[in-house]
């Protein structure tokens, strides 16, 4: 019986993900229109693909999915090559719980409109249901791939693997900070430095390191959680300005040639550190966490592991994630997004989980589709 619950609820979040993106691009174009009203405009045109479309959007997003599929199967009679009423189609099937139905809908999407993210996102997911693991994983990865589109060929390659990708994110670093997505491709504002940072002594930890101000609550709450179980915890990096970033990563290209330093280090602008919410932490009587095999293993790395989340901090850049994470595996670098993020990336994971998508699917993944970066310089 929990079992089924869970599944259920596991479904429920899904379709509820894919139908507030759905939402969202239909509400801009279809303006606030009723259902009355869509109904009277396909009566007076019953041979009009996208009002039939717009139906199927209105009664989608009110939960109808058996008037929902109809309206949008009027659709695809019509005009075939309708991606978005397949796209709903998709997420309508997928609703009712008929994932081979749903497949054939998002394949026929991946196929009209190859560079829409949601479209193999949709696929990945179903095909997830289906238990087709490995066909799941490799949608995926193409659905992030083309969340992160780069001009093509050797560029985006290039991009893909660290080298040139350089989009300015939209979003505000000061307000924005818990969902701002930073990788290989998407990157601070140049220059951008964080108005509100503080001594991380505020959080009781040892003086001369910075964090921003709305962290250091979280942060003396993590100390003092380790502390109260016998952890003691302390930080080995916490802000760095673009331009020390900068020395950062020259210091591993030096080291490592330009395409390994990429896998282990940010370049400047597109570390979370320069954001001022992200800590690498060591244990108190430790060396640098990078220095051991694997800091996780250690009684600190356990308990940061095990609790690091539900006190607002996501382990950026979990193990066996590099492909979708874009770093290798750091168990000390926690990231700090709030409760209240943190709790509804959890969410989300167990249900990818649950899902058979992936074992690891790190809070780069979940930003893609909850908050997707938009470009600053976009026309
Ligand atoms: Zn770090």
Redesign the pocket.
Same mark, same amino acid.
Request: glycine fraction near 0%.
């Given at each position: 019986m929990k079992t089924t619950q869970r599944r259920r609820g596991a479904r429920r979040w899904l379709l509820g993900l894919m139908v507030a993106a759905l939402a969202a691009l239909v509400w801009g174009a279809a303006g606030a229109q009723t259902l009355d009203e869509l109904r009277a405009a396909v009566a007076e045109r019953p041979n009009d693909a996208e009002a039939w479309t717009d139906l199927g959007n209105l009664l989608l997003a009110a939960d109808d999915l058996e008037g929902a599929k109809e309206a949008y199967l009027e659709a695809i009679a019509i005009d075939y090559l309708i991606g978005d009423a397949h796209y709903g189609l998709g997420l309508a099937e997928f609703g009712r719980g008929d994932y081979a139905a749903a497949l054939f809908a998002f394949n026929e999407v991946a196929r009209l409109y190859p560079e829409r993210f949601d479209g193999h996102f949709n696929r990945a997911v179903t095909l997830a249901r289906l238990r087709r693991p490995a066909e799941a994983a490799g949608a995926f990865e193409r659905a992030l791939e083309e969340a992160a589109p780069e001009a093509d060929g050797a560029d985006r390659l290039a991009a893909w693997t660290g080298l040139g990708g350089q989009r300015v994110l939209a979003g505000d670093p000061n307000t924005d900070a818990a969902t701002l997505l930073l990788d290989l491709e998407w990157r601070l504002p140049p220059g951008y430095a964080p108005s509100d940072l503080v001594d991380v002594a505020a959080a009781g930890f040892a003086a001369g390191l910075l964090v921003r101000g709305p962290v250091v609550e979280d942060l003396r709450a993590l100390r003092t959680a380790a502390e109260a179980e016998g952890v003691r915890l302390a930080i080995q990096?916490a802000y760095r300005s673009e331009a020390y970033q900068a020395q950062v990563h020259e210091g591993w290209r030096a080291a490592l040639g330009p395409e390994r330093a990429a896998e282990v280090s940010a370049r400047p602008g597109h570390s979370? @550190?320069q954001l001022g919410t992200?800590v690498?932490l060591r244990s108190a009587d430790g060396p640098p966490a990078w220095d051991l095999d694997d800091w996780a293993t250690t009684a600190e790395g356990a308990w940061v592991a095990a609790h690091a989340e539900r006190l607002g901090f996501v382990v950026a850049y979990p193990r066996g994630a590099k492909s979708l994470a874009c770093y290798d595996y750091?168990p000390? @670098?926690l990231r700090w997004v709030g409760r209240d993020v943190a709790a509804a990336f959890g969410a989300a994971r167990t249900a990818w989980l649950a899902a058979g998508l992936a074992e690891a699917v790190p809070f780069r993944a979940w930003l893609h589709l909850q908050h997707p970066p938009t470009d600053r310089n976009a026309p």
């Open positions: 990096s979370e @550190h992200a690498d750091e000390w @670098h």
